[in-house]
């Protein structure tokens, strides 16, 4: 997981820059809030999940906006707020570094997606400590991108190659597939359960 490190672009679609065969696999409606704290007092199925021991540090790190853009990607989750800031200006975190992730429907007010992300080295967060992230979805969508995400990570947990039977959405709502696309199909399984997440980011220098 990382902050401000999503390379932009004017892409009135997506706004991101894509790595290396990446393609997106699904866009929430416009009108998703975001928010980011740090675990602090574990509960224990949380504690259950992370895979690694929990500290906490003195400064907390939280993160809020009200509006943007979710997207998952065959290689992230990737979150930028519809007004940036100097100090939040995109959220990323690979696939492999997002546990318990959850679709919780309140009795009043929209779905919210939660999981449990760990900072990766270099991110802009404290790698000593997990975080959780909260997305709510004010135009609905939540149980469609969970079984989006659900999907490629089953798939990646499993180590079989077929990504590329996942479909990618367009703008225009038209579906094609990742091996059309272009994906890499030949992707690293996940870390075993009970592994230390140690998921850089893909060298961003390699993007042109």
Same mark, same amino acid.
């Given at each position: %997981?990382?902050? =401000?490190?999503? %390379?932009?672009?004017?892409?009135?679609?997506?706004?991101?820059?894509?790595?290396?065969?990446?393609?997106?696999?699904? $866009?929430?409606?416009?009108?998703?809030?975001?928010?980011?704290?740090?675990? &602090?007092?574990?509960?224990?199925?949380?504690?259950?999940?992370?895979?690694?021991?929990?500290?906490?540090?003195? $400064?907390?790190?939280?993160?809020?906006?009200?509006?943007? $853009?979710?997207?998952? +990607?065959?290689? $992230?989750?990737?979150?930028?707020?519809?007004?940036?800031?100097?100090?939040?200006?995109?959220?990323?975190?690979?696939?492999?570094?997002?546990?318990?992730?959850?679709?919780?429907?309140?009795?009043?007010?929209?779905? %919210?997606?939660?999981?449990?992300?760990?900072?990766?080295?270099?991110?802009?967060?404290?790698?000593?400590?997990?975080? !959780?992230?909260?997305?709510?979805?004010?135009? &609905?969508?939540?149980?469609?991108?969970?079984?989006?995400?659900?999907?490629?990570?089953?798939? %990646?947990?499993? &180590?079989?190659?077929?990504?590329?039977?996942?479909? +990618?959405?367009?703008?225009? &709502?038209?579906?094609?597939?990742?091996?059309?696309?272009?994906?890499?199909?030949?992707?690293?399984?996940?870390?075993?359960?009970?592994?230390?997440? =140690?998921? !850089?980011?893909?060298?961003?220098?390699?993007?042109?």
């Amino acid at each position: %997981m990382s902050i =401000n490190w999503v %390379m932009l672009s004017r892409n009135p679609v997506d706004g991101y820059v894509p790595l290396p065969n990446e393609v997106t696999i699904y $866009r929430a409606p416009q009108r998703t809030s975001f928010k980011l704290r740090q675990v &602090g007092q574990q509960s224990s199925s949380i504690s259950s999940v992370y895979p690694g021991n929990i500290t906490s540090t003195a $400064r907390p790190v939280k993160f809020d906006a009200s509006h943007g $853009r979710l997207i998952l +990607t065959s290689h $992230r989750v990737i979150y930028l707020p519809d007004a940036p800031s100097s100090a939040f200006q995109s959220f990323a975190a690979p696939l492999r570094s997002v546990y318990d992730a959850h679709v919780t429907q309140p009795w009043f007010g929209p779905n %919210m997606w939660s999981c449990v992300v760990v900072a990766v080295q270099d991110g802009g967060l404290p790698t000593e400590t997990p975080f !959780e992230v909260t997305i709510t979805f004010k135009d &609905g969508g939540a149980f469609e991108f969970h079984d989006s995400f659900e999907r490629i990570r089953e798939r %990646m947990q499993e &180590g079989v190659n077929h990504i590329d039977e996942l479909p +990618t959405y367009s703008a225009a &709502g038209s579906t094609t597939t990742a091996a059309a696309a272009g994906i890499d199909t030949n992707a690293t399984p996940s870390a075993p359960p009970g592994a230390v997440a =140690n998921d !850089e980011p893909p060298p961003y220098d390699a993007v042109a």
